[in-house]
């Protein structure tokens, strides 16, 4: 009798061993996914952040590219800034400052000011060159990304929206 009793005692501890090593193998399972999930998303949002800036300028760009002249790149108080001028009454400028890309949409002839306007995304810095029809945008995100834009700007070769 005593020796079944023992038995049984080895059985439930057996049982609670083979249960305990399944509970730590699918524990570990859950936190290698987790920190898998963590790092794919940190990955995907710098991804993000990245191509969405350059994609907002490549846009505004665009936009702008309608004729002669309407696309410059000017001094406002120390920050570079990209003028964007449709030729009518109002002009958008796009500037890096205090460690944000920033939209200024403001009349024509109203001396801009650096930290007027919204701020759009974060960044480091965003350095603008305009050299014939090719403007080229080089954009330092946090964290030490780093991304060029070059566009070729339709509007010397006749181009008509």
């Known amino acids: ?9 080895i059985d439930g501890l057996a049982a609670l061993l083979l249960f305990g090593v399944f509970a730590v ?3 570990a ?3 290698t996914g987790a920190d898998a999930y963590r790092r794919l998303t940190v990955r995907d949002q710098a991804a993000f952040d990245r191509r969405s800036c350059t994609q907002y300028i490549a846009t505004k760009v665009r936009q702008a590219d309608a004729g002669d002249g309407n696309i410059a790149v000017e001094d406002i108080g120390g920050a570079q800034a ?6 009518q009454e109002y002009v958008t400028y796009l500037y890096s400052y205090d460690g944000w890309l920033w939209e200024l949409y403001t009349w024509a002839g109203e001396p801009p000011v650096p930290g007027d306007g919204r701020q759009l995304l974060e960044t480091e810095r965003v ?3 305009l050299e014939e029809l090719l ?7 946090p964290g030490g990304a780093e ?4 566009l070729n700007l339709r509007s010397g070769e006749g181009w008509a929206a």
């Open 1 to 9: 009798m005593r020796k079944r009793t023992i038995q049984h005692q």
């Open 82 to 87: 990209l003028v964007l001028d449709a030729g």
């Open 147 to 150: 991304d060029t834009l070059l």
């Open 29 to 31: 399972v859950l936190l």
């Open 135 to 141: 403007l080229t945008a080089e954009i330092a995100l």
């Open 25 to 27: 193998c699918v524990l």
């Open 127 to 129: 350095s603008w060159s």
